[in-house]
């Protein structure tokens, strides 16, 4: 039975972890509406002089925008983590990120303003990757750097919950509004829920703010410790650390946005499946992500996270091609089945741990700029390139998925090598 302490200490978990794990599903739910929106209204109402084909790839280029953005933001908030601190650098990502949002909502179609339209939303596009890349590395130190004694991948992943929450609450409203906009939905129902991100900013506001300065950074700030330019001290101290972070990633990140986005172009270009058989396979699996993040964080903290990690790897490695042989059968149940391993199973197997695994690396003093990094400097390589990567090679080799599966191969057997590169560090102190 767990001590009085342990008791208290675990409830007084539950608010840090609502308050990091709610900005998290804000934050995704912006980034995410906009590559849902990105591969339905996008290509025609921006982009409209192209065909369909180049339509859809620029659209997926002011994607890629974002995901261009993350490195940097996760630089300049990093910088700004460790030397203020982690909460006062995570209500200037929520409100970054959810203004851009809101923004985007009003900017008219090519048709209207001509060019200027592309150029402003990849512009907010810029932003909203700016907040996404600080905003990941403060809210996994909020829950790791709270709960750092005993089972830290456990309470560091609550954070990475954010991802199927967004994810499944922006493709539940842009369905929503689809059917209530019906034939209208490319004209103006696909903006509803880019307005509602204003409310979504009050209430994460008003959670983050409420919620004190994590104790460890804390600690660093009364003995005076903070360091004075943290992102030159861990790109000299932990180059090799934040190299083979960012490659460990490739795994996970590139094959997420492959089932959770590329999926969508595929099935209703390729398959000629109906949008909402993909849709709902993606619900399902989001809702599944939430039992299935938090529940491998926990087994990673018992068998040892490197462990953990490398076996996802492999998982990920050998689902390539059982991943398109589901979907190719046209059948309804297959194809969700399909899109319900691929997130709920392969991807939660590596995305759950990698937030302690990630984190364990840098001290303290260097842990937001170092992780952050880290973690972001995988996103323009892996999850931007990616759905253009799968998109140009179903192009040319004339919709043939062999080529696309064995990319996947390939993005996790360079994960695989980077991770046995990496620490076993779930059981050491990260106390300084």
Not at 314 to 329: D, I
Request: positive net charge; aromatic residues 14%.
């Amino acid at each position: 039975m767990a001590s009085i302490s342990e008791q208290m200490s675990r409830r007084g978990m539950w608010p840090v972890i609502f308050a990091s794990t709610l900005g998290t599903t804000i934050e995704w739910y912006d980034f995410f509406l906009y590559g849902t929106v990105a591969t339905l209204v996008f290509p025609a109402l921006y982009f409209p002089k192209f065909s369909p084909f180049a339509g859809t790839l620029l659209s997926l280029t002011t994607f890629l925008v974002g995901f261009i953005a993350r490195p940097i933001g996760g630089v300049v908030f990093g910088h700004l983590g460790d030397r203020i601190g982690r909460k006062s650098t995570l209500i200037v990502t929520l409100l970054l990120m959810g203004i851009s949002t809101f923004v985007i909502g009003f900017i008219p179609g090519y048709d209207v303003i001509g060019i200027a339209a592309p150029l402003l939303v990849s512009l907010m596009r810029f932003c909203q990757g700016l907040g996404v890349g600080g905003e990941w590395g403060g809210s996994v130190l909020l829950s790791l750097e709270y709960g750092h004694e005993r089972n830290r991948g456990f309470w560091a992943s609550w954070p990475q919950m954010g991802v199927p929450l967004g994810l499944l609450l922006s493709a539940g409203l842009v369905a929503v509004f689809a059917a209530i906009s019906g034939s209208q939905f490319n004209s103006w129902g696909w903006r509803i829920p880019f307005f509602l991100s204003a409310l979504l900013i009050v209430v994460g506001l008003y959670i983050r703010l409420r919620i004190l300065e994590t104790p460890l950074f804390s600690k660093l700030q009364e003995e005076k410790r903070v360091a004075k330019a943290p992102v030159v001290e861990v790109i000299a101290q932990n180059w090799e650390e934040i190299i083979l972070t960012a490659a460990a990633r490739f795994v996970e990140q590139a094959p997420f946005y492959l089932f959770s986005t590329f999926v969508l172009v595929y099935g209703a270009t390729y398959l000629h499946v109906d949008r909402q058989l993909v849709l709902g396979g993606i619900y399902a699996a989001a809702i599944l992500e939430l039992l299935t993040i938090p529940w491998f964080s926990y087994l990673s903290d018992r068998f040892g996270r490197r462990r953990w990690y490398l076996l996802g790897c492999l998982l990920m490695l050998l689902f390539a091609f059982p991943y398109f042989l589901l979907l190719n059968t046209g059948n309804g149940f297959l194809i969700i089945a399909s899109i319900v391993l691929s997130l709920a199973l392969c991807h939660s197997f590596v995305y759950g741990p990698q937030a302690a695994l990630i984190s364990e690396h840098f001290t303290t003093r260097l842990r937001y700029s170092g992780a952050s990094i880290g973690y972001q400097l995988a996103a323009p390589f892996a999850g931007g390139l990616a759905p253009l990567i799968a998109a140009f090679l179903l192009e040319q080799y004339k919709g043939d998925y062999v080529p696309v599966a064995l990319y996947i191969i390939i993005l996790a057997a360079f994960s695989f090598v980077a991770t046995l590169g990496l620490k076993e560090l779930s059981k050491a102190s990260i106390a300084d």
